[in-house]
């Protein structure tokens, strides 16, 4: 069975960076869509950053210009690049892939979450 394990989290001062990653390991046929969402307490779980497996990108407003999200498809595994980060970026980070093994269909993983604190 397919797993997604991220990793990158720590506590960063507020403009600084981290990147997180995200590798997809077991039996894989293929992956489609990855993507980033992040959950505070309290609120709900939003989605970040995706990437199709095309290499088409998309951000939500908050992240814009400074985040980025790549993958490497040789590796399978996907990245998000925090700069400039803020204390609201503050939360549990989860990677999530549309990924088919072999002799299955396309389903959703889910990582295990890292987490991200950002101090003012």
């Known amino acids: 069975q397919p797993q997604l394990v991220d990793s990158g989290g720590e506590l960063v001062q507020a403009g600084g960076s981290l990147r997180l990653s995200c590798a997809a390991a077991?039996?894989?046929?293929?992956?489609?869509?990855m993507r980033w969402y992040r959950q505070a307490p309290g609120k709900q779980r939003e989605l970040v950053a995706g990437?199709?497996?095309?290499?088409?990108?998309n951000y939500a407003d908050s992240v814009m210009g400074r985040f980025t999200i790549s993958r490497d498809n040789a590796k399978n595994t996907a990245y998000l690049q925090m700069n400039s980060l803020k204390p609201e970026d503050t939360a549990v980070y989860y990677c999530?892939?549309?990924?088919?093994?072999?002799?299955?269909?396309?389903?959703?993983?889910w990582g295990q979450g890292t987490q991200v604190t950002v101090s003012s």
């Open positions: 990437i199709s497996n095309s290499g088409s990108t």
């Open positions: 999530h892939g549309l990924i088919a093994p072999i002799g299955g269909s396309l389903r959703s993983y």
């Open positions: 077991g039996s894989i046929f293929s992956i489609n869509a």
